[in-house]
């Protein structure tokens, strides 16, 4: 089945350690995103990118960073710089000739600071 | 800049009642209207859009919405629910000059909908 998988599901970090957090679509999109999302506080964009090896910085990119080297693939890795990790990431991506607004999730991997 | 207000951060309700999640946005140009749902611990999945044309739009699960561009709103609606509807759900908009950059949607803060044997 056609879908986006994210891992790992849960991860717990030690301050001061860098993370990475998998995304990987078969839906053969060009476009992928990811969301920070917080209790009450909605989704917020951290980073996304239209096409192979660009780019860009979303609302709340500061202490993440990103790559982009295959269509399928869009990690996340979570830096010490970041003040405030602990949260759930979701991943998505859409079809830049389909639907707008048609956003497609991945399942989502809940990050937690010790 | 656009932005969208959900005026409920929750909402319980019994099986079989009918509800209503309220979504209000603002924007000083036309919009594209979303609605999402998040089932628990899941990623997010789209309920139904308004585009353009007829202002009641039908999407998944029985509900549907109705865009008021007077009051700059987009209520999803529901007339009898079920414990599977138990959720939380998302306004989302972007505003049509993006051209549909998905970059561009702004979401809301959520609803949890609650729904009660």
């Known amino acids: 089945d056609g879908g986006i998988t994210q891992s790992p599901k849960y991860l717990f970090r030690k301050e001061g350690q860098n993370v990475t957090l998998s995304c990987e679509q078969n839906?053969?999109?060009?476009?992928m995103y990811w969301y920070r999302q917080d209790p009450g506080q909605g989704l917020r964009l951290i980073y996304y990118?239209?096409?192979?090896?660009?780019?860009q910085k979303g609302d709340i990119a500061e202490g993440y960073s990103v790559s982009r080297e295959k269509k399928e693939s869009f990690p996340l890795t979570v830096t010490s710089a970041q003040k405030n990790p602990t949260a759930f990431y979701l991943c998505?991506?859409?079809?830049?000739?389909?639907?707008?607004?048609?956003?497609?999730f991945g399942e989502g991997s809940r990050l937690t600071v010790l | 800049a656009q932005s969208v207000t959900q005026l409920d951060s929750q909402v319980p309700v019994f099986e079989e009642a009918p509800v209503e999640l309220r979504c209000n946005y603002s924007?000083?140009?036309?919009?594209?209207l979303f609605w999402y749902v998040q089932y628990p611990n899941q990623g997010l999945q789209l309920l139904l859009k308004?585009?353009?044309?007829?202002?009641l739009v039908k999407g998944i699960n029985g509900f549907e919405a109705e865009f008021n561009k007077s009051q700059t709103s987009f209520h999803l609606r529901k007339p009898s629910v079920h414990i599977s509807d138990t959720a939380e759900y998302f306004c989302?908009?972007?505003?049509?000059?993006?051209?549909?950059?998905?970059?561009?949607?702004?979401f809301g803060k959520g609803t949890l909908l609650t729904v009660n044997p």
């Open positions: 924007s000083s140009v036309s919009v594209y």
């Open positions: 989302a908009v972007s505003d049509v000059r993006s051209g549909g950059s998905n970059y561009k949607l702004t």
């Open positions: 998505a991506s859409s079809d830049g000739t389909g639907g707008i607004g048609e956003l497609f």
């Open positions: 990118s239209q096409i192979v090896n660009d780019f």
């Open positions: 308004y585009l353009s044309g007829s202002t």
């Open positions: 839906l053969n999109h060009d476009a």
